[in-house]
C-alpha cells in the first residue's frame, strides 16, 4: 500500500511539472508569434508620432527598416529640424547620426532605455535591443476578454543577467491571431509606470496588424504619445547597405 501511494505521489509529480513545463512553453510561444506577427522577416514603414503633453504637443515623422531581431535603421522624415536624423542598430550596438554637427554617437547601453526624441517611447522600444523572447521568462496568467475579445494574459519576468529596465510586464494578446492589444509594464516596486495600448488593427499587404500605438505615462496624467503606422511593407528584401554605419550618414 505504501508503495502504491509512493508511485502514485511521483506520478502526480511528474504529471504536475510537466503541466508547469508544457504552460511556460505555450506562453513563450504566445509571445513569439505575436513579436514575429508585427515584425516579420523584415519591415519597412513609415510612421508619424504625436507626443502630447498638458500645455503642448509635438509630431514627427520617421521611416523604419528592420530585418529580424537584429538590424533596424531609422530616418526622420520631420520636422525640418530634425530631418535626415538617423539611428542604426546591429544587434547590441546602436549609432546615432546628427547633421547639425555632422558626427556618429554611439549610444551605450546604459541610454538605451532613456527617452527616443522626447517622446514617451525609449530607444529601446523603437529599435528593440532587448528581446521579449531571450530576455524574460514567460508565464500564461489567465485568458479574459478584452475589448470584447478573448485574450492571453501572458507575464514577462526579466531574467537574473538581462539588461532589462522593466520588473515585470503584463500582455493582452488576441487568442485568434496573436494581435497584441495592450501592455503594462511595472517597476520594481510592483508600481505600474506605464501602459501601451495598440489599436487600429489594419491590413498592410497580407499582414493584419495594430496601426495605433499609444503609450501612456501611468504616473503622470496627460502625458502620452501616439505612434501611428501609416504604411508598411512586410518580408520584402532591405538592401544590405541599409544596414551599414556609411548610411548613417549617406546624403538624401
Known amino acids: 500500500m505504501l508503495a502504491t501511494l509512493r508511485l502514485m505521489t511521483t506520478a502526480l509529480l511528474v504529471l504536475t511539472t510537466a503541466n508547469s513545463s508544457q504552460a511556460q512553453e505555450n506562453a ?28 503642448w504637443q509635438r509630431s ?17 522624415l520631420a520636422p525640418a529640424r530634425d ?19 555632422n558626427r556618429v554617437i554611439k549610444i551605450p547601453p546604459s541610454m ?71 501592455a503594462e509594464y511595472y517597476n520594481e516596486r510592483g508600481e505600474r509606470i506605464r501602459t501601451m495600448v ?6 498592410f499587404g497580407k499582414r493584419v496588424i495594430p496601426a495605433r500605438f499609444e503609450m501612456l505615462e501611468d504616473k503622470k496624467p496627460g502625458r502620452k504619445t501616439v505612434m501611428l503606422l501609416e504604411d508598411a511593407v512586410f518580408d520584402a528584401p532591405i538592401k544590405k547597405s541599409v544596414f551599414t554605419k556609411q548610411n548613417l550618414r549617406k546624403s538624401r
Open 28 to 55: 513563450m510561444k504566445i509571445i513569439q508569434k505575436s513579436d514575429e506577427l508585427m515584425r516579420g522577416k523584415t519591415l519597412a514603414g513609415k510612421y508619424t508620432m504625436t507626443i502630447i503633453r498638458p500645455d
Open 60 to 76: 514627427m515623422a520617421f521611416q523604419f527598416w528592420s530585418e529580424g531581431t537584429e538590424k533596424s535603421f531609422i530616418q526622420m
Open 83 to 101: 530631418k535626415n536624423v538617423t539611428f542604426l542598430k546591429i544587434k547590441r550596438e546602436m549609432w546615432n547620426y546628427i547633421p547639425k554637427i
Open 112 to 182: 538605451m532605455l532613456q527617452s527616443w526624441m522626447g517622446s514617451d517611447f525609449t530607444n529601446d522600444d523603437l529599435v528593440k535591443e532587448s528581446s521579449i523572447i531571450e530576455d524574460y521568462d514567460h508565464k500564461l496568467l489567465r485568458k479574459e476578454q478584452y475589448e470584447g475579445a478573448a485574450t492571453y494574459v501572458v507575464e514577462l519576468k526579466p531574467k537574473p543577467d538581462a539588461a532589462v529596465v522593466w520588473d515585470k510586464v503584463v500582455e493582452w494578446i488576441r487568442v485568434t491571431d496573436y494581435i497584441p492589444l495592450k
Open 198 to 203: 495598440f489599436s487600429d488593427i489594419t491590413t
